[in-house]
């Protein structure tokens, strides 16, 4: 379950939960992705560290799941979804057929950079020395100290300038990835009609009809609330209990009061 202020909103807290494995990798994909935008607003050592830890995680997580595959399957499959919307009459007066065509151009696009036999997502930053070194080391606590690793240390005091384009040609063939996960997350979170419920002692669970399983779970809290939910769920039902989090010295347990919370079911 991710936590995410909300951008037009900063008195809300938008907590998310994947439904099935692909939604899972993309949100982490996208989170780890968040981390490097955040280390890249203020340049200093620790933060070239972080973000090089940070890449090294993605391509990882690229090798370990397959990630690249799963986003093609999902791209296609989204295209799909568009091309029915685009077809059925029944959905003609409420279809920005405009907003459609681009998006069908932006995956079109993605897939062609994804399907290139060629594209091995990650290469780039698994084939370059200084990175392959940094990579042995940062499992041993304090392993990546300036005594062990002086060839970093050189870098590290490079220009600004220099270290920032390095971070970008190292992460070059990522992009397609980023951009990729960027736009699946984006449409599959403005799939959803949000509702107002209500939880009765702290419970919630709801069944999901259709043929098409709920993909992701967002619950929107105002942050002054002193619960959150803990969401669990596979394709069709997810229960939502809310719990006490204010004292985090001692284990949470669900609240006896009604809440009243909005929710998303993002079925695309």
Not at 48 to 70: A, F, G, H, Y
Not at 125 to 135: A, G, K, Q
Not at 158 to 171: A, H, M
Request: contains cysteine; glycine residues 4%.
């Amino acid at each position: 379950m991710t936590p995410i202020m909300d951008q037009e909103n900063n008195k809300n807290i938008i907590y998310e939960h994947p439904m099935n494995e692909r939604i899972r990798n993309l949100l982490r994909i996208e989170h780890l992705y968040k981390n490097i935008e955040n280390c890249l607003k203020e340049d200093s050592e620790q933060n070239c560290r972080t973000i090089l830890e940070v890449l090294l995680q993605i391509s990882e997580l690229l090798v370990r799941s397959d990630i690249k595959n799963e986003i093609i399957k999902e791209l296609k499959r989204q295209l799909d979804v568009f091309n029915v919307l685009r077809s059925n009459d029944e959905y003609g007066n409420y279809i920005d057929i405009d907003r459609l065509n681009a998006l069908d151009n932006r995956i079109d696009e993605q897939l062609k950079n994804l399907q290139d036999l060629s594209y091995d997502p990650g290469k780039v930053l698994r084939d370059n020395e200084l990175v392959r070194i940094f990579n042995q080391r940062i499992n041993i606590p304090g392993g990546t100290c300036n005594f062990d690793l002086p060839r970093l240390h050189y870098w590290l005091e490079e220009s600004e300038f220099k270290r920032k384009q390095d971070l970008i040609d190292w992460s070059s063939d990522l992009v397609p990835i980023k951009e990729s996960t960027n736009i699946l997350l984006n449409n599959i979170r403005k799939s959803s009609t949000p509702t107002h419920e209500n939880a009765e002692s702290g419970f919630y669970h709801k069944q999901i009809g259709g043929n098409t399983p709920c993909q992701l779970i967002r619950v929107i809290m105002n942050s002054s609330s002193p619960y959150y939910p803990d969401i669990s769920g596979v394709k069709h039902r997810f229960t939502v209990r809310f719990m006490e989090g204010q004292n985090s010295n001692i284990r949470s347990t669900q609240i006896d009061n009604d809440i009243h919370f909005e929710l998303h079911c993002c079925i695309l």
